[in-house]
């Protein structure tokens, strides 16, 4: 079965760009949202591998969806990558404290997001 993942992103470019990068080059299949409300929604109702969340997003941000996921026996195991343009030291601690994966910094580089990706699945694939 393929790896699901879940990009939560506010920027639609974003979002587009993820999704054609992993599907092409992991042959998974990525359901995107533009906020973290909806991320959390799909999060418990169908099967996610991964999730790639946006740090800064209006209205509920990646560490408050963050958070949200880490409260939730649930999905609290469902590994995440953050996804930021903003190097802000605060938000690293905040989101390492929450249990994040890794960081994926903006604007996304293919190679870079391909690598961080498969080796966080497979991470995964191991606490099976």
Known sequence: MDSVI?????DEMNLKV???ILERKLACS???TDNGIVGLDILRKQHVDLVLLD????YFDGLETLEEIRADAQIAKVPVIMLTASGDFENVKQALKL???????????PDDLIQRVKTKLAEADDFI
């Open 6 to 10: 879940l990009v939560i992103d506010d």
């Open 18 to 20: 993820a999704k054609v």
């Open 30 to 32: 990525v359901i995107c």
């Open 55 to 58: 740090i800064l997003m209006p």
């Open 99 to 109: 249990g994040v994966k890794d960081y994926v910094m903006k604007p996304l580089l």
